[in-house]
């Protein structure tokens, strides 16, 4: 990867001087073009070896464009509440919005490279990391980011050289520090890891430039050209960007049988029966998450199911037997003007919750592939891509330790239908029925199948999906509690053994 | 504050049947009517005793209104980002937006609470806690917000029986836990401090309402007819809420002398000098930040000024001397709607730096008493109160360990006039000039009175103004430069004392 970054490369004062004026100015007409358009978002890394002008050029691009419309964030150890969630997580929270420019000064890639370089982790561990890395970028990349990774090179003798000359002037000395050449003496082995991991994370959304970072002027000019390079593609595409938009269609069974009509939604559970499983469940419940091995994990619950099929009452339930502090619910509705101008995961991204939380969804992230699917509110191109997002996702909250529970709440058409006559007919059920409901009713098919193919592209042993049999409110509450407590029993004592 | 509440309160069986589905209606009609006009948030703060029925209350308000338009917030002890941080940071960043309610489960109050109780603060600083909730709750209800503070009361021996009786049904037992009899214990000093603590807290804008919480029913209606009727109340006001509107206008000197006037806008400053200066200077910054005596504090830095006087250039000479993952710098520009929806200063306590870190912003919150003043973007009777807004503001951070430096930039019109003219000629400065700028330039005058009223009433010993005479800019930027050394060198040394 570092071939030609050491075969020495400079721009003269006079060379320099011609470029950097055309050079500013198309880089801030390009940063208003997007400001004026915020269609994607443009993500900058910077990484590379110390003392080879990675702060300078963060400074440079800074002055060159209009720093007011450029989120800059140098990532530190990660403090608890990133230790409490999936490692990704704190990189989610600082993505630049649509329309501008982010420069992370340091990266997952530090993470990895320095853990694998001082042996806090083995090479099986930093594949895993890489392949995280490379599902990250790629959903970043298809939801229209343009990413720019750059490599600031120096050879170890000019590593050496630049520090101590740096050191030696008494105006620049507060520059170098212990961790300097502490990072020096790994450069063996930074330089090892680190070509390793370019090498697997160069792809063509994401690819990394490696910048010769001798001299000032080089170093300066080749990102500044590379940064408007990218840029002005992007901005002059004659199209919209999309990801490949030639999503085949799903197949579906050809003799029309569906996993849903396999329900018998009919269940029986009497009110005394139901009354005692109730207590029992949700002291069960309490005990379960106040357990001391609970604290090493989270609880994610995630309720979708037809209009009016109970899921309201359900969460109701299972918050009741926990601790308020603990918990959050999540109702999902449409999304803010901050999340709109994120990925479209963001979001729940957002409400990830930490180590010993409950985080329980009133809808979720699964809208994209039903309501955003059937309704047309986004192209296939997005939604098909949704069910490998969604399973990405969940693997990384399964990965760092929580337990992942989805129930569809499912009612027939029939049963719908009285409820939705009896909340019309009660004062205060009158706010939980829209003319909304109505509408969707008309496409119950269409979501049929949207549910279905859901289930089958994204339920797996980890991360199951149960389907609750919900005509009778009762015993749907009574399957919910159950399965969470069985989940998290059988989780608590795997941790034993 | 318990007198009425030990006289035994409760509500018949029928009684409650007879009046609960209208209350719900009308409870719910409340929470669509805000809903619809999302003019303020509904904030509710639930305390009070154990096992008086505080978490029953929280379930059945969930139940009665729309759960998916409540933000229910209960509070654990701080982390680390918290800690790093003014106490009051945790509750502002949960605050509901306007349209909706939000339900603290124990807030500020029981920090405050259980600290003194447990004999971890003295009464001094009880009372200095006690003010900074009063400053905070009247700040909220200025905006809009609509306080309602209920206190669930049981008697010792009340508090006693029902612990004993939810322990002896092996349905309830786990609602009774440790905590909880620890609690009993400490019920007479409790009792005590949240006597004097209500009493001290007890506004017009935000009053406690003390309820027995002996009772179901009782207890319920009351706390779901205390919210329906302070809702409704302010639903029905038949003009917009304002907080007082008859802000006096503001004295101004009847010699027409004005501060900004002192100033001597030019002056001297060679090249080589400069050089030398910020090279000394972004030494010695750099080494103050690093010193480990700056883990205990924190910096922030607010830079205001005439347009083009420069507070980028001031700004990027700061940030080359510090370390990338310790700084943040903040351009503020328009709210996003998140912001919007929030008190206006809410924007700025979410950039609030942690200990050990520094934020700088390129212009901040007195834009509350600058452009919105002039430009009448908002009314006196908001920016009028700003002043003191923002001096509870600044003091928080202060009280909290940060270092509070506010730079004015100051320009004569005729060097603006020049840098405006330099601008539009050279391309890669165009950006940095706009229609905008040419506007406020005519109105030079009124923001000058309303620069100098700024600085007479936020400028203090501890968070001072320091106007910078910024005609030269290399002058100004060594003024700033060497305006923070100091002040963090005195900050330092004087932890040493």
């Not at 100015?25 to 073009?33: G, K, P, R, V």
């Not at 520059?175 to 390793?196: I, P």
């Not at 939705?420 to 829209?434: M, S």
Request: hydrophobic fraction near 40%; charged fraction near 30%; proline fraction near 4%.
């Amino acid at each position: 990867m570092f071939e030609s970054a050491e075969i020495g490369h400079s721009i003269s004062k006079a060379d320099w001087k011609a470029r950097v004026p055309a050079l500013r100015e198309a880089l801030l007409d390009a940063q208003y073009d997007l400001k004026q358009k915020p269609d994607f978002p443009v993500l900058i890394l910077i990484h590379g070896f110390d003392a080879a002008g990675r702060g300078e050029t963060l400074n440079l691009v800074n002055e060159w464009l209009d720093p007011r419309l450029i989120h800059t964030v140098a990532f530190d150890a990660p403090n608890d509440e990133a230790r409490a969630r999936p490692w990704m997580w704190r990189y989610w929270r600082e993505l630049p919005p649509k329309g501008r420019l982010g420069i992370y000064f340091g990266s997952y890639y530090s993470d990895t490279l320095f853990n694998r370089s001082e042996d806090e982790i083995d090479s099986a561990e930093l594949d895993k990391q890489i392949a995280d890395i490379l599902r990250f970028e790629r959903m970043l990349s298809n939801d229209g980011a343009l990413i720019l990774k750059f490599w600031f090179h120096l050879s170890k003798d000019a590593q050496k050289s630049r520090l101590k000359a740096l050191e030696k002037d008494p105006k620049t000395a507060w520059r170098v520090t212990e961790k300097d050449w502490k990072h020096y003496a790994l450069y063996d082995k930074l330089r090892k890891h680190a070509a390793h991991m370019l090498r697997l994370t160069n792809t063509a959304f994401a690819p990394w430039a490696v910048i010769d970072g001798t001299d000032h002027n080089y170093r300066s000019l080749a990102v500044g050209e590379a940064i408007l390079a990218a840029m002005r593609a992007r901005l002059d595409l004659p199209h919209p960007f999309l990801p490949r938009s030639d999503s085949p269609s799903l197949p579906q069974p050809i003799d029309h049988k569906l996993l849903l009509d396999t329900l018998v939604l009919d269940q029986e559970l009497d009110k005394a029966a139901y009354k005692n499983a109730l207590d029992a469940l949700q002291g069960r419940l309490n005990r379960l998450t106040r357990d001391a091995r609970f604290a090493g994990h989270s609880l994610v619950l995630v309720f979708e199911g037809n209009d009016a099929a109970g899921k309201g009452g359900c969460i109701r339930r299972i918050t009741q037997a926990l601790d308020a502090r603990r918990y959050r619910v999540m109702p999902v509705a449409a999304p803010s003007d901050e999340e709109r101008a994120q990925p479209w995961l963001w979001r729940f991204w957002r409400h990830v919750p930490g180590k010993g939380h409950t985080a329980i969804f009133d809808r979720s992230w699964y809208g994209r592939v039903l309501v955003e699917r059937v309704e047309g509110f986004c192209g296939s191109e997005h939604w098909m891509r949704a069910y490998y997002e969604i399973n990405d996702f969940e693997h990384q909250l399964v990965a760092d330790g929580a337990i992942v529970l989805k129930f569809w709440l499912a009612t027939s058409a029939e049963e719908q239908l009285a409820r939705f006559q009896a909340r019309e007919e009660t004062g205060f059920k009158r706010f939980k029925i829209t003319d909304e409901d109505w509408r969707n009713r008309e496409r119950w098919d269409d979501y049929k199948l949207a549910v279905c193919d859901m289930i089958d592209r994204t339920s797996t042993t980890r991360v199951p999906w149960t389907l609750v049999e919900a005509n009778n409110k009762h015993y749907a509450r009574i399957k919910v509690l159950k399965t969470v407590c069985d989940a998290l029993e059988a989780r608590l004592d795997a941790d034993a053994n």
